[in-house]
């Protein structure tokens, strides 16, 4: 980890929606920052707000979002004045792979094209110099550079999701998320891409949030972890310590719903579902759900504190472990 | 090579296409019951004359042998000779085809151009007022009759704005002297305006519905969104990523609503009595003029046989997807 500050920092990040329902509180004060080299797997289950809360850092919420906090990108607040301000940072600072691979790419577009446009458009290259570029990305992931006046559909699964992630490269970023990049391909690709993904963000100090909801491919890729639950950070730590010793029952219970090629125990579901986020939510979220709950937890909703070095949690276990110890 | 295969393919549809309809146009005419021939009411028609017609037109031979002489000389470029003047259907149809043409080129022009300007808008600013306000006027359009929105605009901006409301050459031009090349084009595009922005506006409604619905669909893809995150501004996500593909289905609409277009001509040209094919179809009807009306039926089935092989061409040279 460099000495130098935190690439990207997000602090207390709020997003509501405008709904036809009424207002729903999809992201309520999430926090975490991130250096160069490091990565970062952002977990929880489906609607917990992982998405919402990296599409929030970059300005790219549908209009009827609403964003409240601060995103610090090496130290400057990029969100402060809305548009104009984080627009000059898109790609060129922080650059997306998503989702779906199959639909990343314009189809009627040449894949070469498509890869050298941000580049055109942030003017760090253009014409020769921009194709030039392209072919170097397609190498340093791993594509015939011949293969760059292709269409996407030329491409399978697995090859457009690299090509996405030359494209993500294109204007050397200094901040990568990730959504979902290996959801919609076989394991075997899968493996590949984050392999991929590793040896990039090493290679070129490039800072990684992986968003996911799949465990193992956090422990496989990423040194970090934070864990979210109904649109709040519960958890964020070194991704062995969540593993051999978490501080919330979410990250316990989240574990041991993930099956285990080589453990003997059964896999647990959680019960329950998660919180309505259009109401208020009142004591600790994951309370009804929880089985350590006890007496301040439906009432007294637990800060997000530091609990052993790097590593920090909500839950007021927590507390009662510290009482005890002092 | 994806190139010349598919326009071979493509080719070889389109001629087996004429084929048929040829074919089919020889036999609804010879379908309808009695003949030319017998049809004729007058003084002198006697049994003999009508024979002797009969003979002269090719009638008393056999369905088979009428059907090879008629591709035969269809083949020469014969379309046949006109009941009523007695020139060739070729004469006849010259004139108002070369008149509906570039009445129905405007026409496109204008209705492709607000159809996809109104579209767009909509699907860009979705749910608000200009939204609402654009999908009603294009459903409202939509539904009008043409020839109702032809007489609307006649009373409405012909009279208002001195338009001429008939035919297609100010009559008084060159009586008193030569008129120059640009006077005969102003005066043509004077005549040719109001029957082309009537039809413009007719279908226009019906373009702007689909370039709405299949840009708000392009617009929720997610390479949209990874133009935003790109960096794109929205001019450029809609110009650069959204439109050649919100246009596709488009192309086919066009193509295939050229067969409206046409019927759509032959009512406006009787509101702005536009001396094109569709009055020369109603003057053909009238005067059961088989010939003529063979004929101008046999040149609008190619015509828009030709405009879906065009759209074939075009729509092959949009989308890569496509292959054979």
């Known amino acids: 980890m460099s000495t130098r500050g935190p690439v990207l920092r997000v602090e207390d990040l709020h997003v509501w929606f405008d709904l036809p329902g009424g207002e729903l509180h999809a992201v309520q004060g999430v926090s975490f920052e991130l250096h160069a080299g490091e990565r970062l797997g952002l977990v929880g289950e489906s609607g917990c707000g992982k998405t919402t809360s990296i599409l929030a850092c970059i300005g790219l919420l549908p209009p009827n979002a609403s964003v409240a906090g601060r995103v610090y990108l090496n130290d400057r607040d990029i969100l402060e004045g809305g548009e104009s301000t984080v627009a000059p940072h898109r790609w060129k600072d922080v650059a997306m792979v998503f989702q779906g691979a199959m639909n990343a790419f314009n189809p009627v577009k040449r894949i070469g094209d498509q890869i050298a446009e941000p580049m055109e458009l942030h003017r760090t290259a253009k014409g020769r110099a921009a194709r030039t570029r392209v072919v170097e990305l397609f190498e340093m992931v791993g594509i015939a550079p011949e293969r760059v006046d292709r269409y996407p559909h030329e491409f399978s699964g697995g090859m457009r999701q690299r090509a996405a992630i030359a494209m993500a490269l294109a204007c050397n970023p200094q901040v990568l998320l990730a959504d979902e990049p290996t959801t919609a391909l076989d394991v075997m690709v899968q493996a590949q891409i984050l392999e991929l993904l590793v040896q990039l963000s090493e290679e070129l100090g490039l800072a990684l949030v992986l968003v996911t909801h799949d465990l193992p491919v956090v422990a496989q890729t990423c040194g970090r972890a934070a864990v979210m639950y109904a649109g709040r950070m519960v958890e964020d730590g070194a991704t062995t310590d969540l593993y051999h010793d978490p501080k919330h029952p979410y990250t316990r219970l989240l574990f041991s719903a993930t099956p285990d090629l080589y453990a003997q125990e059964h896999i647990v579901s959680i019960p329950g579902v998660p919180p309505r986020l259009d109401r208020d939510i009142v004591g600790c979220p994951f309370q009804p759900r929880c089985d350590r709950a006890f007496a301040p937890c439906p009432t007294i909703a637990p800060p997000f504190v530091t609990v052993a070095p790097r590593h920090a949690a909500a839950c007021h276990l927590n507390d009662v472990a510290l009482e005890r110890t002092q | ?324």
């Open chain 2, 1 to 324: 090579m994806r190139g010349a295969d598919y326009v071979i393919r493509r080719t070889g549809a389109a001629l087996l296409t004429v084929f048929v309809a040829v074919t089919l146009n020889f036999v609804l005419f010879r379908a309808v019951p009695g003949s030319a021939v017998t049809a004729l009411r007058c003084f002198h028609c006697t049994k003999q004359f009508k024979a002797a017609l009969e003979q002269e037109l090719g009638l008393n031979q056999s369905m088979w042998q009428q059907y090879t002489i008629y591709l035969g000389s269809l083949a020469e470029g014969d379309l046949g000779t006109s009941f009523t003047d007695h020139r060739s259907v070729w004469q006849n149809l010259k004139e108002p085809i070369m008149n509906t043409l570039p009445m129905l080129v405007i026409a496109t022009v204008i209705s492709v151009v607000m159809g996809v300007a109104a579209g767009v808008v909509s699907a860009w600013r979705r749910g608000t007022r200009i939204d609402r306000l654009n999908t009603w006027a294009a459903l409202s359009f939509y539904a009008m009759p043409t020839q109702w929105i032809g007489l609307m605009v006649v009373f409405y901006i012909a009279l208002r704005f001195g338009f001429p409301v008939a035919g297609i050459r100010d009559p008084t031009l060159g009586i008193l002297e030569e008129p120059s090349t640009w006077t005969v084009i102003a005066d043509r595009l004077r005549h040719l305006a109001l029957p082309a922005l009537t039809l413009g506006i007719g279908l226009y409604g019906e373009y702007a519905l689909i370039v709405r619905s299949s840009m708000l669909e392009t617009l929720g893809e997610d390479y949209v969104l990874t133009a935003r995150a790109k960096g794109l501004k929205n001019f450029n996500i809609v110009w650069r990523h959204g439109l050649r593909n919100a246009m596709l289905p488009l192309v086919t609409l066009i193509a295939l609503s050229f067969g409206y277009i046409l019927a759509g001509a032959i009512v406006i040209e009787e509101v702005f009595s536009y001396p094109g094919i569709g009055l020369a179809v109603i003057n053909a009807i009238d005067q059961r003029d088989y010939p003529v009306l063979q004929g101008a039926f046999l040149l609008l089935t190619f015509a828009v046989i030709f405009f879906n092989f065009v759209a074939d061409l075009l729509y092959f040279k949009l989308d890569p997807r496509v292959t054979a």
